[in-house]
């Protein structure tokens, strides 16, 4: 099944983001249905099952329906400069063996075929701080950092925490403005998973080398 729900890249785009998210929706035939319904005008590039079954809904060339409003650093139309990938997860579960294998063997070809690198895949939550939070603590960004899919900040000693340096450089990070609790919570989903509790040293740390090493653009 195909997507209706697309349309051309603005200004002669081209992605140089990928998205990753998560259906939210008890199984995957429900997704692909309201992916490819005009009644609620959302889609994506790709949608993957759990058992890694790979359907296309729309081309890549072309600009699907999925990030919503957010950014990523200058990017403010991320429509135009990504493909949006959806797993099919109800969100609270932990994501395939088999799904995983079928989204790394995608991401390769994407990455390749667009040029993208690493630091350009991003989740849903990266780019829409408090208004979405998938693909979630479940999902396991280190194993794509491992094989050079995503990455992951380096293990450094704890910095001194200041508020204003940090919201600065999550900023450089690529972290659109949102109110600073928001700004952590989405910082911490998707670089330390179940972490609580007020900014510390160990966020700071993290931001510091994440900000000295993939500035977005």
Known sequence: MTSPNYGPRRDNARPD????????MADCDAAERVLCSTEYEVSAHYLITTQGDVIQL????DRAWHAGAGAWGSVTDVNSRSIGIELSNIGTAPFAASQM????TL??????????PPERVIGHSDLAPGRKI???ARFDWNRLAWQGLAIRAKKSPPAPTNPATFDALLTTIGYPQVPADTR?????????????????GTDMALALDLAKRFPAT
């Open 134 to 136: 998938d693909p979630g």
């Open 17 to 24: 983001l990928v998205v990753i998210h998560y259906t939210a």
């Open 58 to 61: 729309v081309e890549e060339a």
């Open 107 to 116: 991401l390769r070809g994407i990455m390749d075929r667009w040029s993208i």
């Open 184 to 200: 952590l919570s989405a910082f911490r989903l998707r670089h330390r998973p179940h972490q609580t509790g007020p900014l510390d």
């Open 101 to 104: 294998d079928a989204l790394e």
